[in-house]
Protein backbone atom coordinates (compact mmCIF):
# COMPACT_ATOMS: atom_id res chain seq x y z
CA UNK A 1 0.00 0.00 0.00
CA UNK A 2 1.08 3.59 -1.09
CA UNK A 3 0.08 6.87 0.22
CA UNK A 4 -0.52 8.04 -3.46
CA UNK A 5 -3.50 7.62 -5.77
CA UNK A 6 -3.40 5.14 -8.15
CA UNK A 7 -4.84 5.85 -12.26
CA UNK A 8 -7.24 2.33 -11.95
CA UNK A 9 -5.86 1.12 -15.02
CA UNK A 10 -6.42 -2.60 -14.96
CA UNK A 11 -3.76 -3.85 -17.66
CA UNK A 12 -5.03 -7.58 -17.68
CA UNK A 13 -8.03 -7.67 -15.37
CA UNK A 14 -8.76 -11.16 -16.46
CA UNK A 15 -11.01 -13.41 -14.82
CA UNK A 16 -11.08 -17.30 -15.57
CA UNK A 17 -11.68 -20.40 -13.87
CA UNK A 18 -9.57 -23.79 -13.95
CA UNK A 19 -10.87 -27.25 -16.61
CA UNK A 20 -12.75 -29.68 -14.52
CA UNK A 21 -10.88 -32.60 -13.41
CA UNK A 22 -11.33 -36.45 -14.68
CA UNK A 23 -13.15 -38.72 -12.49
CA UNK A 24 -12.27 -41.65 -13.99
CA UNK A 25 -9.03 -42.62 -13.34
CA UNK A 26 -7.79 -42.73 -9.56
CA UNK A 27 -4.61 -40.69 -8.85
CA UNK A 28 -1.38 -41.93 -8.18
CA UNK A 29 -0.01 -41.24 -4.87
CA UNK A 30 1.55 -38.08 -4.72
CA UNK A 31 3.97 -36.84 -2.62
CA UNK A 32 3.67 -34.06 0.08
CA UNK A 33 3.16 -30.37 -1.22
CA UNK A 34 5.53 -27.50 0.64
CA UNK A 35 3.20 -25.77 3.11
CA UNK A 36 2.81 -21.81 1.85
CA UNK A 37 2.00 -20.13 5.28
CA UNK A 38 3.26 -16.52 3.52
CA UNK A 39 3.87 -15.25 0.35
CA UNK A 40 7.43 -15.38 1.20
CA UNK A 41 6.93 -19.09 1.38
CA UNK A 42 6.13 -19.08 -2.87
CA UNK A 43 8.55 -20.87 -5.56
CA UNK A 44 10.91 -17.68 -7.40
CA UNK A 45 11.19 -18.17 -11.06
CA UNK A 46 13.25 -16.16 -13.35
CA UNK A 47 12.44 -15.25 -16.90
CA UNK A 48 15.01 -14.63 -20.21
CA UNK A 49 13.49 -11.73 -22.16
CA UNK A 50 15.24 -10.82 -25.72
CA UNK A 51 15.86 -7.19 -26.33
CA UNK A 52 14.02 -4.59 -24.74
CA UNK A 53 10.31 -5.63 -22.95
CA UNK A 54 8.59 -3.28 -25.24
CA UNK A 55 10.08 -5.22 -27.99
CA UNK A 56 9.96 -8.87 -26.75
CA UNK A 57 6.11 -7.92 -26.23
CA UNK A 58 5.23 -7.74 -30.07
CA UNK A 59 6.96 -10.92 -30.75
CA UNK A 60 5.44 -14.06 -31.97
CA UNK A 61 7.26 -17.70 -31.14
CA UNK A 62 9.72 -16.03 -28.72
CA UNK A 63 6.75 -14.65 -26.34
CA UNK A 64 4.32 -17.74 -26.77
CA UNK A 65 7.39 -19.50 -26.12
CA UNK A 66 8.06 -17.48 -22.61
CA UNK A 67 3.98 -17.79 -22.29
CA UNK A 68 4.26 -21.50 -22.22
CA UNK A 69 7.23 -21.50 -20.02
CA UNK A 70 5.00 -19.47 -17.65
CA UNK A 71 2.66 -21.93 -17.63
CA UNK A 72 4.51 -24.80 -16.65
CA UNK A 73 5.52 -23.40 -13.75
CA UNK A 74 2.67 -22.54 -12.51
CA UNK A 75 1.19 -25.61 -13.19
CA UNK A 76 4.44 -27.18 -11.42
CA UNK A 77 4.16 -25.07 -9.01
CA UNK A 78 0.51 -25.98 -8.16
CA UNK A 79 1.40 -29.61 -7.70
CA UNK A 80 3.99 -28.87 -5.32
CA UNK A 81 2.82 -26.30 -3.09
CA UNK A 82 0.33 -26.41 -0.69
CA UNK A 83 -1.02 -23.21 -1.45
CA UNK A 84 -4.59 -21.38 0.05
CA UNK A 85 -4.29 -17.84 0.62
CA UNK A 86 -7.09 -17.31 -2.31
CA UNK A 87 -5.58 -13.90 -3.40
CA UNK A 88 -2.49 -16.04 -5.10
CA UNK A 89 -5.06 -18.66 -6.32
CA UNK A 90 -6.59 -16.54 -7.93
CA UNK A 91 -3.06 -14.73 -9.67
CA UNK A 92 -1.99 -18.22 -10.45
CA UNK A 93 -5.30 -18.73 -12.37
CA UNK A 94 -5.75 -15.53 -14.21
CA UNK A 95 -1.89 -16.22 -15.59
CA UNK A 96 -3.02 -19.71 -16.81
CA UNK A 97 -5.99 -18.10 -18.11
CA UNK A 98 -4.11 -15.58 -20.15
CA UNK A 99 -1.86 -18.25 -21.43
CA UNK A 100 -3.89 -20.31 -22.59
CA UNK A 101 -5.85 -17.32 -24.49
CA UNK A 102 -2.57 -16.62 -26.32
CA UNK A 103 -2.31 -20.29 -27.25
CA UNK A 104 -5.81 -19.38 -28.64
CA UNK A 105 -7.31 -21.85 -26.75
CA UNK A 106 -10.80 -20.65 -25.33
CA UNK A 107 -12.36 -23.44 -23.46
CA UNK A 108 -9.67 -23.65 -21.78
CA UNK A 109 -9.30 -20.24 -20.94
CA UNK A 110 -13.08 -20.01 -20.23
CA UNK A 111 -12.81 -22.93 -18.27
CA UNK A 112 -10.84 -21.19 -15.30
CA UNK A 113 -13.61 -18.30 -14.39
CA UNK A 114 -15.80 -20.41 -12.06
CA UNK A 115 -12.69 -21.37 -10.20
CA UNK A 116 -11.47 -17.84 -9.56
CA UNK A 117 -15.39 -17.28 -8.83
CA UNK A 118 -14.88 -20.08 -6.46
CA UNK A 119 -12.26 -18.36 -4.36
CA UNK A 120 -14.05 -14.99 -4.66
CA UNK A 121 -15.53 -13.60 -1.35
CA UNK A 122 -16.69 -10.65 -2.33
CA UNK A 123 -20.13 -10.64 -4.45
CA UNK A 124 -19.25 -7.69 -6.65
CA UNK A 125 -16.19 -9.19 -7.68
CA UNK A 126 -17.50 -12.36 -8.15
CA UNK A 127 -21.11 -11.44 -9.92
CA UNK A 128 -18.63 -9.37 -12.27
CA UNK A 129 -15.79 -11.97 -13.11
CA UNK A 130 -15.55 -13.29 -16.92
CA UNK A 131 -18.21 -11.26 -17.95
CA UNK A 132 -16.57 -9.34 -20.53
CA UNK A 133 -14.55 -12.27 -21.91
CA UNK A 134 -17.77 -14.87 -21.89
CA UNK A 135 -19.19 -11.79 -24.15
CA UNK A 136 -16.13 -11.82 -26.26
CA UNK A 137 -16.41 -15.89 -26.62
CA UNK A 138 -20.19 -15.50 -27.50
CA UNK A 139 -18.66 -13.16 -30.64
CA UNK A 140 -16.35 -15.23 -31.99
CA UNK A 141 -18.70 -18.46 -31.78
CA UNK A 142 -21.50 -16.35 -33.66
CA UNK A 143 -18.82 -15.22 -36.12
CA UNK A 144 -19.50 -12.93 -38.99
CA UNK A 145 -18.04 -9.64 -40.29
CA UNK A 146 -16.46 -7.12 -37.81
CA UNK A 147 -19.85 -5.04 -37.25
CA UNK A 148 -21.93 -8.42 -36.54
CA UNK A 149 -19.34 -9.38 -34.24
CA UNK A 150 -19.12 -6.17 -32.01
CA UNK A 151 -23.04 -6.36 -32.24
CA UNK A 152 -23.14 -10.10 -30.88
CA UNK A 153 -20.85 -8.83 -27.89
CA UNK A 154 -22.30 -5.68 -27.08
CA UNK A 155 -25.94 -7.71 -26.79
CA UNK A 156 -23.74 -10.62 -24.35
CA UNK A 157 -22.50 -8.17 -22.31
CA UNK A 158 -25.73 -5.84 -21.83
CA UNK A 159 -27.87 -8.96 -21.51
CA UNK A 160 -25.44 -11.17 -18.72
CA UNK A 161 -24.78 -7.95 -16.50
CA UNK A 162 -28.44 -6.74 -16.77
CA UNK A 163 -29.43 -10.14 -15.07
CA UNK A 164 -27.59 -8.86 -11.94
CA UNK A 165 -28.32 -7.04 -9.08
CA UNK A 166 -27.79 -3.37 -10.02
CA UNK A 167 -27.23 -2.14 -6.27
CA UNK A 168 -24.00 -4.97 -5.68
CA UNK A 169 -22.45 -4.18 -9.09
CA UNK A 170 -22.91 -0.87 -9.57
CA UNK A 171 -19.38 0.54 -8.39
CA UNK A 172 -17.72 -2.34 -10.44
CA UNK A 173 -19.10 -1.19 -13.49
CA UNK A 174 -18.76 2.35 -13.09
CA UNK A 175 -14.75 1.11 -12.41
CA UNK A 176 -14.90 -1.00 -15.44
CA UNK A 177 -16.71 1.56 -17.97
CA UNK A 178 -13.92 4.34 -16.84
CA UNK A 179 -11.16 1.59 -17.60
CA UNK A 180 -12.36 0.78 -20.90
CA UNK A 181 -12.51 4.60 -21.85
CA UNK A 182 -8.75 5.34 -20.77
CA UNK A 183 -7.30 2.15 -21.94
CA UNK A 184 -5.10 2.28 -25.42
CA UNK A 185 -2.17 0.53 -26.47
CA UNK A 186 -0.16 3.84 -25.95
CA UNK A 187 -0.50 3.92 -22.39
CA UNK A 188 0.51 -0.08 -22.39
CA UNK A 189 3.76 0.92 -24.16
CA UNK A 190 4.20 3.69 -21.86
CA UNK A 191 4.23 1.38 -19.36
CA UNK A 192 6.11 -1.38 -20.70
CA UNK A 193 8.99 1.65 -21.98
CA UNK A 194 9.07 3.36 -18.73
CA UNK A 195 8.97 0.47 -16.33
CA UNK A 196 10.11 -2.89 -17.73
CA UNK A 197 12.04 -1.99 -20.31
CA UNK A 198 14.58 -0.68 -17.68
CA UNK A 199 13.83 -3.23 -15.54
CA UNK A 200 15.35 -5.93 -18.04
CA UNK A 201 18.06 -3.71 -19.28
CA UNK A 202 19.37 -3.73 -15.31
CA UNK A 203 18.57 -7.19 -15.01
CA UNK A 204 20.76 -8.41 -18.12
CA UNK A 205 17.67 -9.66 -20.22
CA UNK A 206 15.73 -11.45 -16.84
CA UNK A 207 12.55 -10.82 -15.61
CA UNK A 208 11.18 -11.89 -11.88
CA UNK A 209 7.83 -14.30 -12.06
CA UNK A 210 5.72 -11.37 -11.22
CA UNK A 211 7.10 -9.13 -13.58
CA UNK A 212 6.73 -11.94 -16.14
CA UNK A 213 3.17 -12.07 -15.64
CA UNK A 214 2.56 -8.73 -15.68
CA UNK A 215 3.56 -8.52 -19.33
CA UNK A 216 1.83 -11.83 -20.52
CA UNK A 217 -1.45 -9.58 -18.87
CA UNK A 218 -0.64 -6.80 -21.16
CA UNK A 219 -0.24 -8.93 -24.03
CA UNK A 220 -3.21 -10.47 -23.56
CA UNK A 221 -4.88 -7.07 -22.92
CA UNK A 222 -3.56 -5.74 -26.20
CA UNK A 223 -4.04 -8.69 -28.06
CA UNK A 224 -7.63 -9.99 -26.83
CA UNK A 225 -9.34 -7.25 -24.62
CA UNK A 226 -8.58 -4.28 -25.69
CA UNK A 227 -10.33 -4.47 -29.25
CA UNK A 228 -13.45 -4.64 -27.57
CA UNK A 229 -13.22 -1.83 -24.78
CA UNK A 230 -15.02 0.98 -26.15
CA UNK A 231 -17.94 -1.17 -27.11
CA UNK A 232 -17.33 -2.10 -23.17
CA UNK A 233 -17.65 1.82 -22.60
CA UNK A 234 -20.84 2.21 -24.43
CA UNK A 235 -22.45 -0.87 -22.84
CA UNK A 236 -21.74 0.10 -18.99
CA UNK A 237 -22.14 3.63 -20.10
CA UNK A 238 -25.99 3.10 -20.98
CA UNK A 239 -26.89 0.83 -18.20
CA UNK A 240 -25.38 3.66 -16.35
CA UNK A 241 -28.06 6.13 -17.44
CA UNK A 242 -30.37 3.59 -17.24
CA UNK A 243 -29.63 3.34 -13.64
CA UNK A 244 -29.59 6.33 -11.82
CA UNK A 245 -30.72 5.53 -8.50
CA UNK A 246 -28.23 6.40 -5.86
CA UNK A 247 -27.14 4.05 -3.50
CA UNK A 248 -28.32 3.84 -0.07
CA UNK A 249 -26.36 5.95 2.36
CA UNK A 250 -26.26 4.77 5.62
CA UNK A 251 -22.87 7.25 6.83
CA UNK A 252 -25.24 10.28 7.17
CA UNK A 253 -27.68 8.87 9.66
CA UNK A 254 -24.23 7.85 12.06
CA UNK A 255 -22.42 10.55 11.78
CA UNK A 256 -21.67 12.39 15.33
CA UNK A 257 -20.16 15.94 15.45
CA UNK A 258 -18.60 17.74 18.73
CA UNK A 259 -19.16 21.49 19.39
CA UNK A 260 -17.56 23.91 21.24
CA UNK A 261 -20.03 23.70 23.58
CA UNK A 262 -19.86 20.67 24.44
CA UNK A 263 -17.68 19.58 27.04
CA UNK A 264 -14.29 18.18 25.87
CA UNK A 265 -10.50 18.08 26.29
CA UNK A 266 -8.29 18.83 23.74
CA UNK A 267 -6.85 15.18 22.13
CA UNK A 268 -3.18 15.38 19.85
CA UNK A 269 -4.09 13.08 16.80
CA UNK A 270 -0.87 12.24 15.34
CA UNK A 271 -1.43 12.07 11.23
CA UNK A 272 1.89 9.68 10.40
CA UNK A 273 1.41 10.04 6.99
CA UNK A 274 3.11 11.63 3.46
CA UNK A 275 2.88 15.00 5.06
CA UNK A 276 0.09 17.90 5.58
CA UNK A 277 -0.51 21.60 4.96
CA UNK A 278 -1.25 22.89 8.50
CA UNK A 279 -3.41 25.72 6.55
CA UNK A 280 -6.87 24.16 6.65
CA UNK A 281 -6.30 23.16 10.00
CA UNK A 282 -6.12 26.44 12.24
CA UNK A 283 -7.63 25.79 15.42
CA UNK A 284 -7.05 22.32 15.23
CA UNK A 285 -3.22 21.92 15.25
CA UNK A 286 -0.55 20.70 17.81
CA UNK A 287 1.39 23.76 18.94
CA UNK A 288 4.89 22.91 20.60
CA UNK A 289 4.76 26.23 22.77
CA UNK A 290 9.06 25.73 22.96
CA UNK A 291 9.72 26.20 19.32
CA UNK A 292 9.80 28.73 16.85
CA UNK A 293 10.47 28.61 12.90
CA UNK A 294 13.33 29.88 13.23
CA UNK A 295 15.52 27.41 11.39
CA UNK A 296 16.73 26.47 15.09
CA UNK A 297 16.27 23.52 17.39
CA UNK A 298 14.99 25.76 20.15
CA UNK A 299 13.85 23.30 22.25
CA UNK A 300 17.10 20.84 22.01
CA UNK A 301 14.99 18.08 20.89
CA UNK A 302 16.63 17.55 17.40
CA UNK A 303 14.14 18.60 15.65
CA UNK A 304 14.33 21.84 13.75
CA UNK A 305 11.19 24.09 13.64
CA UNK A 306 8.93 21.65 15.20
CA UNK A 307 6.43 23.79 15.62
CA UNK A 308 3.55 21.36 14.94
CA UNK A 309 4.88 18.51 13.99
CA UNK A 310 8.12 16.79 12.18
CA UNK A 311 8.96 15.38 8.99
CA UNK A 312 11.61 12.72 7.19
CA UNK A 313 12.62 12.53 4.20
CA UNK A 314 13.28 10.04 1.34
CA UNK A 315 16.92 9.07 3.21
CA UNK A 316 14.99 8.81 6.38
CA UNK A 317 16.75 12.26 7.13
CA UNK A 318 15.43 15.12 9.50
CA UNK A 319 13.91 17.81 7.46
CA UNK A 320 11.60 21.08 8.99
CA UNK A 321 9.51 20.60 5.65
CA UNK A 322 5.84 19.10 6.72
CA UNK A 323 4.07 19.10 3.34
CA UNK A 324 6.01 16.72 0.68
CA UNK A 325 7.72 18.78 -2.52
CA UNK A 326 6.68 18.88 -5.81
CA UNK A 327 9.42 20.92 -7.15
CA UNK A 328 9.92 17.49 -9.28
CA UNK A 329 6.13 18.17 -11.27
CA UNK A 330 6.70 18.32 -15.06
CA UNK A 331 3.25 19.91 -15.46
CA UNK A 332 1.96 22.78 -13.97
CA UNK A 333 0.23 22.12 -10.42
CA UNK A 334 -3.37 23.15 -11.35
CA UNK A 335 -3.01 20.79 -14.29
CA UNK A 336 -2.24 17.74 -12.18
CA UNK A 337 -4.48 18.94 -9.41
CA UNK A 338 -7.21 18.81 -11.91
CA UNK A 339 -6.28 15.91 -13.32
CA UNK A 340 -6.40 14.03 -10.03
CA UNK A 341 -9.66 15.24 -9.24
CA UNK A 342 -10.65 14.19 -13.04
CA UNK A 343 -9.67 10.53 -12.52
CA UNK A 344 -12.28 10.35 -8.89
CA UNK A 345 -14.74 11.91 -11.30
CA UNK A 346 -14.10 8.98 -13.85
CA UNK A 347 -14.17 6.70 -11.07
CA UNK A 348 -17.26 7.52 -9.65
CA UNK A 349 -18.86 8.18 -12.91
CA UNK A 350 -19.39 11.88 -12.22
CA UNK A 351 -19.51 13.74 -15.60
CA UNK A 352 -17.20 16.80 -14.51
CA UNK A 353 -15.52 19.28 -16.65
CA UNK A 354 -12.30 17.60 -14.90
CA UNK A 355 -13.36 14.48 -16.12
CA UNK A 356 -13.64 14.91 -19.78
CA UNK A 357 -10.28 16.61 -19.64
CA UNK A 358 -8.66 13.72 -18.44
CA UNK A 359 -10.33 11.56 -20.84
CA UNK A 360 -8.91 13.59 -23.49
CA UNK A 361 -5.60 13.80 -22.27
CA UNK A 362 -5.26 10.35 -22.04
CA UNK A 363 -6.22 9.78 -25.15
CA UNK A 364 -4.06 11.94 -26.42
CA UNK A 365 -0.76 10.34 -24.92
CA UNK A 366 1.80 8.89 -26.52
CA UNK A 367 4.12 6.43 -25.32
CA UNK A 368 6.87 8.42 -24.75
CA UNK A 369 4.86 10.97 -22.30
CA UNK A 370 3.22 7.96 -19.95
CA UNK A 371 5.90 7.99 -17.64
CA UNK A 372 5.74 11.80 -16.95
CA UNK A 373 1.79 11.54 -16.26
CA UNK A 374 2.21 8.63 -14.05
CA UNK A 375 5.26 10.32 -12.25
CA UNK A 376 3.02 13.81 -11.65
CA UNK A 377 0.31 11.93 -10.27
CA UNK A 378 1.71 10.12 -8.10
CA UNK A 379 3.90 13.10 -7.06
CA UNK A 380 0.58 14.86 -6.29
CA UNK A 381 -0.46 11.92 -4.30
CA UNK A 382 2.42 11.80 -1.97
CA UNK A 383 1.90 15.61 -1.71
CA UNK A 384 -2.01 15.82 -0.67
CA UNK A 385 -2.57 12.30 0.67
CA UNK A 386 -1.37 13.59 4.01
CA UNK A 387 -3.69 16.59 4.44
CA UNK A 388 -6.70 14.47 3.11
CA UNK A 389 -6.06 12.03 5.69
CA UNK A 390 -5.83 15.09 8.16
CA UNK A 391 -9.15 16.10 7.03
CA UNK A 392 -10.74 12.81 7.68
CA UNK A 393 -9.18 12.79 11.41
CA UNK A 394 -10.37 16.23 12.51
CA UNK A 395 -13.84 16.42 11.26
CA UNK A 396 -16.34 17.73 13.36
CA UNK A 397 -13.99 17.82 16.45
CA UNK A 398 -12.80 21.19 17.35
CA UNK A 399 -10.88 19.34 20.46
CA UNK A 400 -8.54 17.08 17.80
CA UNK A 401 -5.10 18.71 17.70
CA UNK A 402 -3.30 17.71 14.50
CA UNK A 403 0.41 16.72 14.49
CA UNK A 404 1.91 16.05 11.25
CA UNK A 405 4.57 13.14 11.15
CA UNK A 406 5.80 13.03 7.68
CA UNK A 407 7.34 9.79 6.24
CA UNK A 408 8.53 10.39 2.97
CA UNK A 409 7.40 7.58 -0.06
CA UNK A 410 8.91 7.57 -3.81
CA UNK A 411 6.72 7.94 -6.12
CA UNK A 412 8.58 6.84 -9.41
CA UNK A 413 8.53 4.32 -11.87
CA UNK A 414 11.80 3.19 -10.97
CA UNK A 415 12.89 3.95 -7.48
CA UNK A 416 15.79 6.48 -6.78
CA UNK A 417 17.42 4.56 -3.99
CA UNK A 418 18.23 0.58 -3.67
CA UNK A 419 17.16 -1.33 -0.74
CA UNK A 420 19.61 -1.60 1.82
CA UNK A 421 20.72 -3.05 5.42
CA UNK A 422 21.46 1.12 5.98
CA UNK A 423 18.62 2.37 4.65
CA UNK A 424 16.40 -0.58 6.29
CA UNK A 425 18.19 0.22 9.77
CA UNK A 426 17.28 3.87 8.93
CA UNK A 427 14.06 3.60 8.48
CA UNK A 428 13.50 1.11 11.60
CA UNK A 429 15.03 4.61 13.71
CA UNK A 430 13.23 7.23 12.07
CA UNK A 431 10.15 4.80 13.74
CA UNK A 432 11.45 4.61 16.78
CA UNK A 433 12.18 8.80 16.91
CA UNK A 434 8.79 9.80 15.43
CA UNK A 435 7.40 7.66 18.18
CA UNK A 436 9.14 8.82 20.94
CA UNK A 437 8.15 12.78 19.97
CA UNK A 438 4.53 11.32 19.75
CA UNK A 439 5.10 10.43 23.74
CA UNK A 440 6.88 13.19 24.58
CA UNK A 441 4.08 15.73 22.56
CA UNK A 442 1.08 13.85 24.33
CA UNK A 443 -0.21 12.23 21.62
CA UNK A 444 -3.65 10.04 22.26
CA UNK A 445 -4.45 8.72 18.56
CA UNK A 446 -1.99 7.96 15.65
CA UNK A 447 -3.39 6.93 11.67
CA UNK A 448 -1.23 5.17 9.67
CA UNK A 449 -2.46 5.60 6.22
CA UNK A 450 0.63 3.44 4.61
CA UNK A 451 2.53 0.08 4.44
CA UNK A 452 4.38 -2.69 2.79
CA UNK A 453 5.48 -6.15 2.57
CA UNK A 454 8.54 -8.21 1.73
CA UNK A 455 7.72 -8.17 -1.27
CA UNK A 456 7.34 -4.46 -2.13
CA UNK A 457 11.35 -4.44 -1.31
CA UNK A 458 11.68 -7.35 -3.52
CA UNK A 459 10.13 -5.66 -6.33
CA UNK A 460 12.37 -2.56 -5.95
CA UNK A 461 15.63 -4.69 -5.82
CA UNK A 462 14.64 -6.25 -8.95
CA UNK A 463 14.10 -2.40 -10.25
CA UNK A 464 17.41 -1.57 -9.53
CA UNK A 465 19.50 -4.39 -10.89
CA UNK A 466 19.91 -5.67 -7.38
CA UNK A 467 20.54 -9.65 -6.66
CA UNK A 468 21.81 -12.55 -8.61
CA UNK A 469 18.11 -13.91 -9.19
CA UNK A 470 14.71 -14.20 -7.90
CA UNK A 471 15.66 -16.30 -5.24
CA UNK A 472 18.56 -13.71 -4.43
CA UNK A 473 16.22 -11.05 -3.59
CA UNK A 474 13.72 -12.56 -1.94
CA UNK A 475 16.33 -13.58 0.83
CA UNK A 476 17.70 -9.77 0.57
CA UNK A 477 14.55 -8.24 0.91
CA UNK A 478 13.33 -10.84 3.54
CA UNK A 479 16.38 -9.43 5.76
CA UNK A 480 15.69 -5.84 4.99
CA UNK A 481 11.98 -6.35 5.85
CA UNK A 482 12.95 -7.85 9.08
CA UNK A 483 14.93 -4.95 10.25
CA UNK A 484 12.06 -2.18 9.73
CA UNK A 485 9.33 -4.88 10.95
CA UNK A 486 10.57 -5.10 13.97
CA UNK A 487 11.78 -1.62 14.48
CA UNK A 488 8.12 -0.47 13.85
CA UNK A 489 6.42 -3.22 16.43
CA UNK A 490 8.84 -2.06 19.13
CA UNK A 491 8.11 1.48 18.41
CA UNK A 492 4.59 1.33 18.97
CA UNK A 493 4.79 -1.46 21.79
CA UNK A 494 6.93 0.81 23.41
CA UNK A 495 3.87 3.39 23.90
CA UNK A 496 0.91 1.49 25.51
CA UNK A 497 -0.68 5.08 25.89
CA UNK A 498 -1.41 5.62 22.28
CA UNK A 499 -4.01 4.23 19.91
CA UNK A 500 -2.51 3.18 16.92
CA UNK A 501 -4.60 2.74 13.85
CA UNK A 502 -3.58 1.43 10.60
CA UNK A 503 -5.39 1.17 6.88
CA UNK A 504 -5.72 -2.32 5.87
CA UNK A 505 -4.25 -1.68 2.28
CA UNK A 506 -5.82 -1.83 -1.38
CA UNK A 507 -4.99 -4.80 -3.01
CA UNK A 508 -7.74 -6.53 -1.97
CA UNK A 509 -5.13 -9.39 -0.43
CA UNK A 510 -4.17 -11.00 2.89
CA UNK A 511 -2.40 -8.91 4.69
CA UNK A 512 -1.06 -11.73 6.74
CA UNK A 513 -0.43 -14.21 3.88
CA UNK A 514 2.06 -10.73 2.82
CA UNK A 515 3.06 -9.94 5.78
CA UNK A 516 2.28 -6.16 5.67
CA UNK A 517 3.32 -3.41 8.25
CA UNK A 518 1.57 -1.95 9.66
CA UNK A 519 -1.45 -3.73 8.93
CA UNK A 520 -0.53 -7.24 9.30
CA UNK A 521 1.07 -6.37 12.92
CA UNK A 522 -1.15 -7.36 16.17
CA UNK A 523 -0.43 -5.90 19.18
CA UNK A 524 -3.02 -4.32 22.26
CA UNK A 525 -3.21 -0.54 20.98
CA UNK A 526 -3.37 -1.54 17.57
CA UNK A 527 -6.21 -1.34 15.31
CA UNK A 528 -6.57 -2.12 11.55
CA UNK A 529 -9.48 -1.29 9.25
CA UNK A 530 -10.80 -2.06 5.68
CA UNK A 531 -12.64 -0.16 3.67
CA UNK A 532 -16.80 -0.15 3.11
CA UNK A 533 -18.89 2.07 0.30
CA UNK A 534 -21.26 4.08 1.40
CA UNK A 535 -24.00 1.10 1.90
CA UNK A 536 -21.56 -0.74 4.03
CA UNK A 537 -20.50 -3.09 2.07
CA UNK A 538 -17.16 -4.22 1.25
CA UNK A 539 -14.97 -2.11 -1.82
CA UNK A 540 -13.62 -3.97 -4.15
CA UNK A 541 -9.92 -2.84 -3.16
CA UNK A 542 -10.26 -3.29 0.38
CA UNK A 543 -7.63 -5.93 1.74
CA UNK A 544 -8.64 -8.00 4.35
CA UNK A 545 -7.18 -10.57 7.27
CA UNK A 546 -7.30 -11.63 10.54
CA UNK A 547 -7.13 -8.93 12.23
CA UNK A 548 -9.08 -6.59 10.48
CA UNK A 549 -12.20 -7.20 11.63
CA UNK A 550 -13.31 -3.77 11.93
CA UNK A 551 -14.32 -1.31 8.83
CA UNK A 552 -15.10 2.24 8.04
CA UNK A 553 -16.59 4.29 5.01
CA UNK A 554 -13.55 4.45 2.62
CA UNK A 555 -15.64 5.35 -1.08
CA UNK A 556 -15.49 8.79 -2.36
CA UNK A 557 -14.43 10.35 1.30
CA UNK A 558 -14.80 14.52 0.85
CA UNK A 559 -11.61 16.30 2.64
CA UNK A 560 -9.29 19.02 2.03
CA UNK A 561 -5.88 18.83 -0.46
CA UNK A 562 -2.83 21.23 0.13
CA UNK A 563 -4.38 24.44 -0.80
CA UNK A 564 -7.71 24.23 1.01
CA UNK A 565 -9.64 22.47 -2.00
CA UNK A 566 -12.17 19.94 -0.81
CA UNK A 567 -12.06 16.82 -3.19
CA UNK A 568 -13.02 13.09 -2.88
CA UNK A 569 -10.85 9.89 -2.64
CA UNK A 570 -11.16 5.96 -2.16
CA UNK A 571 -9.36 4.03 -0.49
CA UNK A 572 -8.35 2.28 3.22
CA UNK A 573 -6.41 4.89 3.28
CA UNK A 574 -9.84 6.88 3.80
CA UNK A 575 -11.46 4.39 6.16
CA UNK A 576 -8.54 4.44 9.01
CA UNK A 577 -9.08 8.17 10.09
CA UNK A 578 -12.55 7.84 10.37
CA UNK A 579 -11.84 5.44 13.05
CA UNK A 580 -9.30 7.48 14.26
CA UNK A 581 -11.99 10.62 13.96
CA UNK A 582 -14.00 8.20 16.09
CA UNK A 583 -11.25 7.74 18.62
CA UNK A 584 -10.20 11.07 19.21
CA UNK A 585 -14.00 12.43 20.37
CA UNK A 586 -14.55 9.05 22.29
CA UNK A 587 -10.78 10.54 24.32
CA UNK A 588 -11.81 14.16 23.94
CA UNK A 589 -14.75 13.29 26.08
CA UNK A 590 -13.48 10.64 28.06
CA UNK A 591 -9.64 11.01 28.89
CA UNK A 592 -9.60 8.81 31.18
CA UNK A 593 -10.19 5.97 28.70
CA UNK A 594 -6.89 3.84 27.43
CA UNK A 595 -6.47 2.23 23.96
CA UNK A 596 -7.85 -0.77 24.97
CA UNK A 597 -10.72 0.86 26.13
CA UNK A 598 -11.48 2.69 23.13
CA UNK A 599 -11.16 0.03 21.50
CA UNK A 600 -13.58 -1.86 23.17
CA UNK A 601 -16.39 0.63 23.11
CA UNK A 602 -15.29 0.94 19.32
CA UNK A 603 -16.13 -2.93 18.68
CA UNK A 604 -18.85 -2.81 21.17
CA UNK A 605 -20.97 -0.44 19.16
CA UNK A 606 -19.82 -1.39 15.69
CA UNK A 607 -22.85 -3.28 13.30
CA UNK A 608 -22.11 -6.50 11.89
CA UNK A 609 -21.30 -6.38 8.08
CA UNK A 610 -24.96 -7.58 6.14
CA UNK A 611 -23.69 -10.78 5.25
CA UNK A 612 -20.45 -11.00 7.31
CA UNK A 613 -21.30 -10.95 10.48
CA UNK A 614 -18.13 -11.65 12.16
CA UNK A 615 -17.24 -7.87 10.04
CA UNK A 616 -17.78 -4.70 12.03
CA UNK A 617 -18.68 -1.57 10.36
CA UNK A 618 -18.19 1.40 12.79
CA UNK A 619 -21.95 3.15 14.32
CA UNK A 620 -20.40 6.50 15.38
CA UNK A 621 -23.96 7.20 16.96
CA UNK A 622 -24.05 4.26 18.42
CA UNK A 623 -20.45 4.75 20.40
CA UNK A 624 -21.59 8.06 21.79
CA UNK A 625 -25.18 6.29 23.29
CA UNK A 626 -27.13 8.81 20.84
Known sequence: MRPTPALLIALASLTLAAPALAQDSVPAAQPAKKTVKTADDLPRHTYKVEGKASQFFVSDAPFKAFAAKIKADLLADLEAYDITDRTTLQGYYRALQQAALLEGNWDEALGYIDRIKGLEEKESKR????????????????????????????????????????????????????????????????????????????????????????????????????????????????????????????????????????????????????????????????????????????????????????????HAGRTPDLLFPIDDLKSPLSLVENHTKGLSDVQANIDSPEASALKAYIKSLKAEQVKDFMEDLGLYGNYSHGTHVAGITAEGNPFARILPCRLSFDYRQIPLLTPSEELSRSAA??????????????????????????????????????????????????????????GLREAIDSAPDILFIAAAGNSDNNNEFAEMIPSGLTLPNLMTVGAVDQAGKPTGFTTFGP???????????????????????????????????????????????????????????????????????????????R
Open 127 to 314: LMAGQTLRAIAAANRGGGDEAAMKSAFRKALRESISALPWDVIRDDVTMAKAQAEMMNRELLMGALQSQLDPIVEAQNGQLSGDLARQLLSMRVMADTILPWQPDVAEVYGVLLAANTGEKKDIWSGRRVNLSDKDAGTPVVVCVWDSGVDVAPFTGNLFINAKEQPNGKDDDGNGFVDDVHGIAFDL
Open 429 to 486: QMYKDSVDYMKAAGVRVVNMSWGGSPRDIEASLEAKGAGKDAADRAAMARALFAIERD
Open 547 to 625: NVRLYANGFEVESYVPGGKRVRYSGTSMAAPNVANLAAKILAVNPALTPVQVIEIIIKSADPMEGHSELLVINPKKAFG
